[in-house]
């Protein structure tokens, strides 16, 4: 099959890259030269598991291009895939300027009739308006379909290659048949749809796994108060079938460029319809407190924060990731700074991401662990990166100036706390120390 992707984002590149390694013929299509220039050279603007050997091979292999040029991209496609950002506007309601941009674009490039798969998250009723724009633009007709992604970053390509269903939302008959047959060798798990509901579908599975992660940091929460243990909670409940064992790690709250995004854009959504999500807002404003326990903790052990020297590991907003969109790190960090303690930050790949955020004559950041937790009055573990994990405690405290130890992420055991001296904070876990 041809296809043409729209925005070499997360979506699109690995979607477009995946989709060439199942034989089809892709041109990828973006506005930025610098990052498409990138791209034909074979480097990859993002770090993501795997992603750049499959676009190395493919591209070797002819069936992978990228290019600037939409309007002959659009020519060369039977199925042009739409999956440009839709970014929050400052009230969390979704930004539609690059997808309808993009759609007029395609309406006024287009010479036949093509089918229009959008990936992108948008609001219910927004394929309908892509739909009227192509009806005013074009004298071609389009088959519209929502296509929702639910990949994970740092899992992409995984994810895209062994999706847990894929749903598709269209009206046109002739539509569901090329997409059915474009994702067939993928799964046979294929939900169709109407447009609306696609689109919601989305937003709800993205709204449902925060619900679960602020749900169990809660849990967790109490659970320190009444001396239980949240992992062994989860652990119980998620025997449960109807539970389920996934998205039940308690920690610092989730992060990234999606939850927190798209459950202030559905509070947005219920909102224009007259509907208090008031789940979802409880959801958002636990997510925000859950970040402040690191402080709280810290201010338990220390008192007083100013003057303080604190090492953070981990600045991405979760392990095998460069992204630090909305990372926990940010306001946690930024908390520290404004108690008056200095920070020594270190991650494996996101400093550099993260130093464009937050460029600060008190932040150091570091070349590796050790430099980070070298005489720090406290270490405070933020990302649960493997080589975070591979360090034992003694080692920690060893660099320490003071043993105190934030772990945010439940990345120890009580067995490997027991030889050392360490004062130990988890999330919802009773004091090991
Ligand atoms: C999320 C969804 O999981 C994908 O299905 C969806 O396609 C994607 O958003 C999107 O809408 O594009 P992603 O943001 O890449 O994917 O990452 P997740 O693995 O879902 O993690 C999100 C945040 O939740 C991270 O900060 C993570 O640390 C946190 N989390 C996750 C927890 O705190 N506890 C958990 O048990 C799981």
Redesign the pocket.
């Given at each position: 099959m041809k296809l043409t992707v729209i925005g070499t984002g997360?979506?699109g590149l690995v979607s477009g890259v995946c989709f060439s390694d199942l034989g089809n013929e892709v041109v990828c299509v973006d506005k930025l030269s610098e990052k498409i220039e990138l791209l034909q050279q074979g480097e990859v603007p993002i770090y993501e598991p795997g992603l750049k050997e499959l676009i190395q091979k493919n591209t070797e292999a002819g069936r992978l291009s990228f290019t600037t040029d939409l309007s002959e991209a659009v020519q060369h496609a039977d199925i042009i895939i739409l999956a440009v950002g839709t970014p929050s506007l400052a009230n969390g309601e979704a930004d539609l300027t690059y997808i309808l941009g993009a759609a007029q674009e395609i309406a006024l490039s287009i010479k036949g009739p093509k089918i229009i798969m959008t990936k992108s998250?948008v609001p219910v009723g927004t394929n309908e308006k892509i739909e009227n724009q192509f009806k005013q633009l074009s004298v071609h007709p389009v088959a519209v379909a929502s296509v929702p992604?639910?990949?994970?970053?740092?899992s992409a390509v995984r994810d895209t290659m062994n999706p847990d269903r894929i749903v598709v939302g269209t009206e046109s008959e002739a539509a569901r048949q090329r997409i059915e047959e474009l994702h067939r060798p993928l799964t046979d798990q294929i939900l169709f749809t109407d447009v609306r509901s696609a689109e919601m579908i989305?937003y709800a599975?993205?709204a449902f796994?925060a619900t679960?992660?602020s749900f169990?940091n809660e849990i967790a929460n109490i659970c320190e108060k009444v001396g239980a243990d949240v992992t062994m909670v989860a652990e119980g409940m998620g025997y449960d079938k109807r539970i389920g064992s996934?998205?039940?790690?308690?920690?610092i709250?989730?992060?990234?460029?999606?939850?927190p995004k798209?459950t202030q854009a559905l509070i947005q959504i219920a909102g224009h319809v007259d509907y208090e999500f008031k789940l979802l807002k409880s959801v958002v404003e636990v997510n925000r407190d859950q970040r402040y326990n690191v402080i709280r903790k810290l201010e338990t052990i220390l008192d007083d924060l100013s003057g303080k020297s604190i090492a953070v590991w981990g600045l991405a907003?979760?392990p095998e990731t460069d992204d630090v969109r909305d990372s926990?790190a940010f306001e946690i960090i930024a908390s520290l700074l404004h108690c008056g303690a200095s920070v020594k930050a270190y991650d494996p790949i996101a400093t550099p991401n993260f130093r464009k955020l937050l460029d600060h004559s008190k932040v150091e950041y570091c070349s590796s662990a050790q430099e980070a937790a070298q005489n720090a009055d406290a270490l405070c573990v933020l990302t649960e990166w493997s080589e975070f994990r591979a360090v034992s405690p003694a080692m920690i405290q060893a660099w320490l100036r003071r043993p105190n130890l934030i772990d945010g992420r439940n990345m120890y055991s009580e067995e490997e706390l027991a030889n050392t001296e360490l004062i130990y904070y988890s999330v919802g876990r009773p004091n090991m120390n």
């Open positions: 997360y979506v998250t992604e639910f990949l994970r970053e740092g989305k599975s993205n796994l679960k992660i169990i996934s998205f039940l790690k308690a920690g709250g989730y992060g990234g460029s999606c939850f798209d907003f979760k926990p």
